[in-house]
């Protein structure tokens, strides 16, 4: 009997730059094992243009990349979610909605490199946001999630986040 894959909706409050990368890469790297989406609190309406560049750079497609409210998850016949995980420290701070079926909640604070100026030191910080996400995501993947609970992998992931800020 095989577990249907897990569903990961990342969260920023825009919805414009990291979720995006985050999402990008949890379904490129996660081959059918997890299936991750993006949402935003107050969601910016476009997709950072810079933060597709560089999933293009790495030759990941997000061609259906769009942001949009986390409301779009929280309303009868949404995807089941188990697992949220916040890139941006305002969205883990805010009251979210009540998701349906208690997904655990992860945090993972990576740098916001949409207000870094000029666009040179701009493509660098999404470079070092694709990295640190990056890493994250193959970390997490690399957990035996078909055996896991999901108290169990979401610890994992917070542990993973903790390591890799020391």
């Not at 919805?15 to 059918?32: K, P, V």
């Not at 999933?55 to 061609?63: K, N, P, Q, V």
């Not at 993972?108 to 694709?130: K, L, N, Y």
């Amino acid at each position: 009997m095989s577990i249907p894959s897990r569903n990961i909706l990342v969260l920023c409050t825009g919805n414009s730059c990291r979720s995006i990368l985050a999402e990008a890469l949890f379904n490129h790297l996660g081959q059918g094992r997890v299936r991750a989406f993006s949402a935003g609190s107050q969601p910016a309406g476009r997709v950072n243009p810079i933060a597709l560049e560089t999933l293009a750079r790495h030759g990941i497609t997000c061609a259906e990349a769009r942001s949009k409210s986390w409301d779009e998850f929280a309303v009868p016949g949404a995807p089941n979610i188990d697992f949220i995980v916040t890139v941006c420290d305002h969205a883990a701070q805010e009251a979210c909605p009540v998701w349906p079926g208690h997904p655990r909640t992860i945090h993972w604070g990576i740098a916001d490199p949409a207000p870094v100026t000029p666009d040179a030191a701009q493509r660098v910080a999404f470079e070092v946001a694709f990295s640190a996400l990056h890493q994250r995501v193959t970390a997490f993947l690399a957990l035996p999630l078909e055996t896991l609970d999901l108290d169990a992998a979401a610890a994992a992931a917070r542990q993973i986040h903790a390591e890799a800020q020391s």
